[in-house]
């Protein structure tokens, strides 16, 4: 008789992405894609939307838009994302994010996620990234309009 274990019966479920929270990681990840796209993607000016880190209903999403580029910081409101608000370097700053109301733990797991992220990618996007001057706050319901409307204060 074999004896069967959490390990035993997760393992196969991990091989083939079948974990509930794999998969539900990845299609916030693809909801968070699909908003920023549709709010600031242009057909001469398409925005790439990378990485996507989320940790329970808060996100940190990488953008670049030609020679821009940011982090933008999401949530999950009735169950759909919104962009709460833009910024570069800012949204690595746990104190920035705490002021966002975000739990101090859940701060530490976005920030350390958004550093091995980050670190896999090539640093001229990452200094794409910290470019981004200011914080920008993006009204709910803003579409491309909020790149030009939110309020911006000084890091």
Same mark, same amino acid.
């Given at each position: 008789?074999?004896?069967?274990?959490? *390990?035993?019966?997760?393992?196969? !479920?991990?091989?083939? !992405?079948?974990?509930?929270?794999?998969?539900?990681?990845?299609?916030?990840?693809h909801a968070i894609i699909h &908003?920023?796209?549709s709010m600031f993607d242009t057909p001469d000016n398409p925005l790439i939307v990378d990485p996507v880190v989320v940790v329970g209903d808060n996100a940190i999403a990488g953008w670049v838009q030609w020679e821009k580029g940011g982090r933008a910081? &999401? +949530? *999950?409101?009735?169950? $759909? +994302? $919104?962009? *709460? &608000?833009?910024?570069?370097?800012?949204l690595k700053d746990p104190k920035l994010l705490e002021n966002a109301n975000i739990r101090a733990a859940d701060?530490?797991?976005l920030i350390? /996620?958004?550093a091995v992220a980050e670190a896999a990618l090539d640093p001229a996007v990452i200094a794409r990234f910290s470019s981004? /001057? !200011?914080?920008m706050?993006?009204?709910?319901g803003t579409g491309h309009q909020g790149h030009n409307h939110g309020?911006?204060?000084s890091q």
């Open positions: 008789m074999s004896k069967f274990t959490r *390990r035993t019966v997760l393992a196969p !479920g991990l091989m083939l !992405g079948l974990v509930p929270g794999a998969a539900f990681a990845h299609d916030d990840k &908003l920023m796209k910081l &999401l +949530w *999950r409101v009735d169950g $759909q +994302w $919104q962009i *709460r &608000l833009c910024s570069g370097d800012g701060v530490k797991t350390a /996620e958004l981004f /001057e !200011g914080t706050v993006i009204e709910p309020t911006t204060t």
